[in-house]
């Protein structure tokens, strides 16, 4: 199995295989709207701006698992987000990223993080993890981990 071979649902409902997404680095980020951290929406935004010419899609994955500091609907968050942060890198239905209902790209991206950069666990809003344009899981990066302090790794996978 490849990250590719899961499915998906976006923002708006719709069924999505990451298969789509073969040949772009990819930077997987759960999200929340009500979070100390959810100004990193700016950071994650800069950084497709700047990279997405290059290969690198963002792919936000809204998360309530965490002092429910994501209460809405897909269509509030999605609303959120572009109102407030200008997000126009691709969103995706609320998901659970840890726990018995987790969604499997969230399982997978925990199992297959190399080390040292595994840690086992997402543990807040924004956990970041990059995965290169082969599909393969490159580093996770913790919540505070600010976006552009990424932007090197970036450059390396997409160079």
């Known amino acids: 199995m490849s990250i ?5 649902q976006t923002i708006k ?5 990451l298969s789509e997404y073969k040949g772009k680095a990819l930077l997987i980020v759960n999200t929340a709207s009500a979070c100390g951290l959810t100004p990193h929406y700016k950071g994650l935004q800069s950084l497709y ?16 698992q965490f002092a429910g500091q994501e209460p809405g609907t897909n269509e509030e968050i999605q609303s959120f987000c572009e109102l407030n942060y ?15 209902d987790a969604h499997p ?3 997978y991206l925990l199992t297959h993080t190399p ?17 290169d344009a082969s599909g393969n899981v490159v580093k996770q990066y913790s919540a505070r981990t600010e976006p552009s302090d990424i932007a090197a790794d970036i450059e390396a996978i997409l160079a």
Request: hydrophobic letters at 40%.
């Open 4 to 8: 590719y071979d899961i499915e998906v």
């Open 13 to 17: 409902g719709e069924t999505k295989s």
């Open 49 to 64: 701006e700047q990279y997405q010419d290059k290969g690198l899609v963002v792919l936000g994955f809204p998360c309530n």
């Open 86 to 100: 200008n997000v126009t890198f691709p969103m995706f239905a609320k998901v659970d990223v840890k726990g018995e």
């Open 105 to 107: 790209l969230f399982t």
């Open 115 to 131: 080390e040292p950069y595994r840690t086992g666990d997402i543990e807040w809003n924004f956990v970041k993890f990059l995965v």
